[in-house]
């Protein structure tokens, strides 16, 4: 795999994958206190979020049972000193549709041990817990 990322102003960026998707990133800074788009520990996040989300929703939809929503929200935090990496992140999925608690934890473990590249480039360095909170449909 190959990126690219190119300064537009600021701090801002643009990165361009092999798929050809552009994504814009931004940081606050001296001539911008507001950034533009999203941070790169935000992205992080959100492609820890996003990975787990289509594994879990693959493997739900197995199970050939509507889903009406899913959800990720994530929780985390950094640690003080610089770099700040993340030390904790939690994954609250939340899904409505009519699965049992035994295939969502299911489909959950399998995301998280087996399938998720992103949780498991993360694992060794951050504690990553999960929760699931399933809705009436």
Do not use: W
């Not at 995301?111 to 699931?132: E, F, H, N, W």
Request: aromatic fraction near 6%.
């Amino acid at each position: 795999m190959e990126a690219k990322v190119t300064l537009v102003e600021g701090l801002q960026f643009v990165g361009v994958g092999d798929s050809g998707h552009a994504v814009v990133l931004d940081a606050a800074s001296e001539e911008r206190p507001r950034s533009t788009a999203a941070s790169p520990m935000e992205v992080v996040l959100i492609a820890l979020a996003t990975c787990s989300a289509m594994d879990i929703v693959g493997i739900l939809r197995r199970r050939r049972k509507e889903l009406k929503r899913f959800e990720v929200v994530v929780h985390a935090n950094r640690a003080a000193e610089y770099p700040r990496i993340f030390t904790d992140i939690e994954l609250e999925f939340v899904i409505a549709g009519d699965f049992t608690p035994s295939e969502v934890e299911r489909a959950i473990k399998l995301s998280q041990d087996k399938y998720c590249s992103v949780a498991g480039m993360l694992r060794p360095t951050v504690r990553i817990t999960t929760t699931y909170r399933l809705e009436a449909v």
